[in-house]
């Protein structure tokens, strides 16, 4: 198949390589339009107000590349409009792999990676959300080592990119276009090749107070927090599937939104 990639955490990202690596072993071809800079917690904010640059990467990724000044929407948006080749028909978009679990109500619409497969669904094509789960703790360790992935979390990340290109196919083939739907796959840690996948519905988690009080200088700092999850018991949410250790796979299905006789 032939996938355009994307994420929201920069084209750096040693997770967004990981992903292209195996997606390339898998023998899929790719083109790559990635951020300059991270752009997390962004949603699917474009770049109204300012003109954006893009340019051929000089990452090694071994398949097309651009970097691009802006959102990952920016991104899609502009590669599918300006900068794929004219003869190319993409199969689909897919964003990630993102550091961190995209789960939830409270987080799922703040999310940049699930944003830059939204707008592969905008314009029509199948797309799918990719993010592999961190403690708190690797997260942190992660931050702290200038992005250096540890021996454990490398050993899931590669499984979980592994099951990434072994599932993308199949997820795409089953996917009509212009049906608004994005996958949201999260991958638990650890993940190996053989931890199950489940279907699952967003959590419903209530994020009050994301933001600190006030500093001296007026200024108020983003806290992060996983907010109250008030999901019944059934059915299996996206982050009770994650944190026992399963694949979470969550059709949003956007089309659906507001239609008549849905349990809202």
């Not at 900068?83 to 550091?99: E, K, M, T, Y």
């Given at each position: 198949?032939?996938?355009?990639?994307?994420?929201?955490d920069?084209?750096?990202?040693?997770?967004?390589?990981?992903?292209?690596h195996?997606?390339?072993?898998a023998?899929?071809?790719?083109?790559?339009?990635?951020?300059?800079?991270?752009?997390?917690?962004i949603g699917?904010?474009?770049?109204r107000?300012r003109?954006?640059?893009?340019?051929?990467?000089?990452?090694?990724?071994?398949?097309?590349?651009?970097?691009?000044?802006?959102t990952?929407?920016?991104c899609?948006?502009?590669?599918?409009?300006?900068?794929?080749?004219?003869?190319?028909?993409?199969?689909?978009?897919?964003?990630?792999?993102?550091?961190?679990?995209?789960?939830?109500?409270?987080f799922?619409?703040?999310?940049?990676?699930?944003?830059?497969?939204?707008?592969?669904?905008?314009?029509?094509?199948?797309?799918?959300?990719?993010?592999?789960?961190?403690?708190?703790?690797?997260f942190?360790?992660?931050?702290?080592s200038?992005h250096?992935?540890?021996?454990?979390?490398?050993?899931?990340?590669?499984?979980?990119?592994?099951?990434?290109?072994?599932?993308?196919?199949?997820?795409?083939?089953?996917?009509?276009?212009?049906?608004?739907?994005?996958?949201?796959?999260?991958?638990?840690?650890?993940?190996?090749?053989?931890?199950?996948?489940?279907?699952?519905?967003?959590?419903?988690?209530?994020?009050?107070?994301?933001?600190g009080?006030?500093?001296d200088?007026?200024?108020?700092?983003?806290?992060?927090?996983?907010?109250?999850?008030?999901?019944?018991?059934?059915?299996?949410?996206?982050?009770a599937?994650?944190?026992?250790g399963?694949?979470?796979?969550?059709?949003?299905?956007?089309?659906?939104?507001?239609?008549?006789?849905?349990?809202?």
């Open positions: 198949m032939k996938f355009l990639i994307t994420n929201d920069g084209i750096d990202s040693p997770f967004l390589h990981a992903l292209v195996a997606l390339r072993d023998g899929h071809e790719l083109f790559i339009a990635a951020p300059k800079t991270e752009q997390s917690w699917c904010a474009k770049s107000l003109p954006v640059a893009s340019a051929v990467s000089s990452r090694d990724f071994g398949c097309t590349a651009w970097v691009i000044d802006g990952p929407s920016d899609v948006s502009i590669a599918l409009a300006h900068l794929l080749p004219a003869d190319q028909r993409i199969d689909a978009v897919l964003s990630g792999i993102n550091i961190g679990r995209n789960a939830s109500l409270g799922i619409l703040a999310s940049g990676t699930i944003a830059g497969a939204w707008e592969g669904a905008v314009h029509g094509l199948p797309a799918i959300a990719f993010s592999q789960d961190l403690t708190p703790a690797q942190e360790a992660f931050r702290a200038g250096r992935v540890d021996p454990d979390l490398l050993q899931s990340l590669n499984s979980s990119a592994a099951r990434a290109a072994q599932l993308a196919p199949d997820l795409v083939a089953s996917t009509p276009p212009r049906r608004f739907i994005v996958h949201n796959v999260n991958f638990p840690h650890p993940c190996s090749h053989d931890t199950p996948m489940h279907r699952t519905v967003p959590a419903r988690v209530i994020v009050p107070g994301l933001f009080p006030a500093a200088d007026g200024t108020h700092r983003f806290i992060f927090k996983l907010g109250d999850d008030i999901s019944p018991a059934e059915p299996l949410t996206d982050r599937a994650i944190e026992s399963l694949i979470s796979h969550t059709v949003l299905n956007y089309g659906a939104l507001g239609t008549p006789g849905i349990d809202t």
